[in-house]
């Protein structure tokens, strides 16, 4: 017979070991997906209103916009950290946790086009390793269906980089070169993520999804037409609400896919 005290300890080292178990079994969840692309798409979203700032813009307030986006995705990001994840994931988490404060700093500030192409580049990095970790956080939830959710948010994170990019252009804070070479690299980004989905069996991604897919491409066409003008006139509000409007029709589109993903 197995005294009291055994019994315990038994017991206190069965919790150790159980806690360990939950420890190093521990995977991403639906939530963390959701939670990484609002980040990402949100660091663009937030360029693109600290440009119309810096133009001095003030119709649709991008002022009280760019001051909610920064709150928000701080709330995300710190949030994002507690949530129990493996050690490579969080690495690349603390990662993305630094490039995002040397961000916070400069959209806190005052908009300069001095340091707007600096930041334009720092919020680049932040959106490639912000893809990275939102595919790995898909990735080991062991379900295709959070990797499918990360593809169809790119759409409209390119589309959120576009519209930051041409804001930046009709600015002045961009050269011809580099807006027009990140508008083709954009273009071609797009254009993979689309007919990837648009391609995929329909077990994966249903004909309604698609149906989707493809009125989104039709607004972005006219998207493009825009930032790839030569015409040097530039009208950086409509672009702004174009961009609304995708991003808004993105997200109709992902909680349809997560209703579809419940039945």
């Known amino acids: ?24 079994e521990a995977h991403a969840t639906a ?33 009280k916009d760019l001051d909610e986006t920064i709150k928000h995705l701080d709330a995300e990001m710190a949030d994002l950290e507690k949530h129990p994840l493996s050690k490579k994931l ?16 400069t959209l806190s500030q005052k908009a300069s086009k001095t340091t707007a192409l600096d930041l334009r580049h720092h919020v680049d990095k932040f959106s490639q390793q912000c893809e ?28 959120q980089e576009l519209a930051g990019d041409y804001v930046m252009k ?17 273009k071609e980004d797009y254009q993979k993520e689309y007919e990837l989905l648009e ?18 491409d039709k607004q972005f066409m006219m998207f493009e037409f825009m930032a790839e003008s030569h015409s040097g ?12 409007i995708i991003h808004k029709k993105t997200v109709e589109i992902l909680n349809e896919e997560e209703r579809e993903e419940e039945k």
């Not at 990735?139 to 409209?156: N, W």
């Open 132 to 159: 990275i970790v939102a595919l790995d956080l898909a990735k080991d939830t062991k379900s295709e269906a959070e990797s499918k959710i990360v593809h169809i948010s790119k759409l409209d994170l390119d589309v």
């Open 1 to 24: 017979m197995v005294k009291p005290k055994n019994i315990l300890h038994c017991l206190k080292y069965s919790a150790i070991l159980m806690g360990l178990c939950i420890t190093v």
């Open 233 to 244: 006139r530039f009208i950086p509000l409509l672009i702004a609400k174009k961009a609304n």
């Open 170 to 186: 009709a600015w002045d804070a961009i050269s011809d070169d580099e807006y027009y070479k990140d508008v083709k690299d954009i």
């Open 199 to 216: 391609n995929a069996n329909k077990a994966l991604v249903s004909d309604k999804i698609k149906k989707h897919l493809k009125m989104l």
């Open 31 to 63: 939530q963390d997906v959701h939670e990484i692309i609002d980040i990402c798409t949100s660091s663009q979203r937030a360029m693109k209103d600290y440009a119309l700032v810096g133009m001095r813009v003030t119709y649709s307030n991008p002022q």
């Open 90 to 105: 969080h690495k690349e988490e603390v990662e993305l946790q630094s490039i995002w404060q040397s961000i916070e700093k």
